[in-house]
């Protein structure tokens, strides 16, 4: 026979201080979990819906979009998406290129916020080995992991890593310096898939040209295309001008053209039915022979412009950029003419340039124009060596010179023809270097060329230091802090207090 439950011992169990204090931490314990569990999942579904809320905690504000950025996220209308060639985790983790020390988790968080600014713009990440279906339907991109596409119904835009980061090594010290892209990359790539029309820099190639895109141009070619000109390539010999080239590069030709090339180019020069403006852009250099160049120099003398033979250099030391590779006076700084273009450049350096002619001012209805120019103290020597004479005959000369036709009756499209007579301006020394104002000036020409000059047709890429220090300590201070302090004395400190508190509530 069972006993009946003792309901005194019961109740006085139940009014024990013992149980009573246990009973409130336990229920106490239980409801603060389940808030702090609630106000997780609401943070995390938050911050998911809203990327902006994760504090950027960067030095460098590595996470956070800068104001050009954003301005362009809100403008796109047309439904694009940014695919992220990588797994999310890999992506978000900083697994993907982690042998350069790079940050690539930062793709994954600014693009989070393009998205945030605006419900046209999607992000995607796409597992190359668990959607090769995708891989394979843009077989020419070679889309692996670290890549990103940019789509909208109007073009695609691939970025590689080089286009999204940089890494430079200090050649005395032999340290690395990483720097981010990011933010400017992937916004002008999204403004270029949606622009209505891109303009095209064609690249001619066929006589031994001492300035090609695979070679020397790299650094030219990411300029135009950070600005959203599309860069194409071409053999002049054997196929045409593409037809929706804006501007023809010519890049310091070794060979002359044949009559059949200089009908090319009179025909896309001259087309009387073009839509926009049109461009012939030479380069030349001093060693260049224009006297065995005939149909080349008589074609560039009908538009009133002659490439002279020799180096220009200057007899004032404060118009040199000096070097250390004994040809300092043939690096000049020059300037830049207000007359078209009204932006102010400091440090342009024109290095071993040779002179331009104007034939004329204005012919019929061709006027030329000297863009940049040297100061009055410079003068022409036969080489870069030649000493100068105690007194030599010095004037203003023109290193880049333009010749221009109106196509229209309303004077906005044009056919122009530019020789520039420092083929070495456009090497990534100097349009590479923010220290000249090579770049600034070679942007705003080639949208002047092309009538692109809306601040908004190229978003300038700057890049962002990732790896400085923002803690000045020595590297024993460093390990100190870092294994004694927090991964010893920490513990210690939180498990005597755990011990104590327990201590404490066992006698309660």
Known sequence: MSKKPNLTAV?????????????????????????????????????????????????????????????????????????????????????????????????????????????????????????PTFISSYPDDNLTTGKVLISSEKRDKVLSVTDLFSIQQDSTTGEYTYYSKVDGALANALYLVNLDTVPVVAMATGHNEMLSEEENLTSFVALLEDNNFEVKSFNILTEDIP???????????????????????????????MASSRTLFFTTYPTQSWESMPNLSTFLEEW?????????????????????????????????????LTNTYSNVV?????????????????VTYSIVETNDTAYIASTEEEVAEENPETDTHTIVALAQKYMDNQGKITANVVVDGSSMSLLSTFVGNSTFGNKSFTTDFAKMLTGTTDTRIGLSVNQTETNTMDIAASAAVIQFVGLIVFTVLVPIVVLAAG???FLRRRHL
Not at 244 to 270: C, H, M, N, Q, R
């Open 11 to 131: 109740k006085a169990a139940l009014h024990k201080d013992k149980f009573k204090h246990g009973s409130m931490a336990v229920v106490f314990t239980a409801v603060f979990i389940a808030i702090i569990i609630v106000i997780n999942i609401l943070v995390s579904a938050l911050t998911d819906r809203f990327p902006s809320m994760n504090i950027d905690l960067t030095l460098e504000g590595l996470n956070t979009l800068s104001e050009e950025a954003l301005d362009v996220a809100k403008g796109i209308e047309n439904e694009t998406t940014i695919y992220i060639i990588g797994s999310e985790d890999a992506v978000r983790g900083d697994q993907v290129y982690t042998n350069y020390g790079l940050q690539y988790s930062q793709v994954a968080n600014l693009a989070d916020r393009l998205r945030e600014a605006n419900d046209k713009i999607k992000v995607e990440f796409i597992d190359p080995d668990r959607n």
């Open 243 to 273: 037809e929706d080239a804006s501007i023809v590069f010519i890049g310091t030709p070794t060979t002359d053209y044949t009559t059949e090339e200089i009908k090319k180019l009179e025909a896309f020069i001259s087309d009387a039915e």
């Open 304 to 340: 009133g412009l002659r490439p002279q033979a020799g180096v220009l250099q200057d007899t004032d030391a404060n118009n040199v950029l000096t070097t250390g590779d004994g040809s300092a006076s043939a690096y000049l700084f020059a300037n830049v003419s207000d007359e078209l």
């Open 350 to 366: 024109m290095p071993l340039s040779s002179p331009v002619e104007r034939l004329f001012s204005a012919n019929n209805d061709i």
């Open 499 to 501: 011990l104590v508190i």
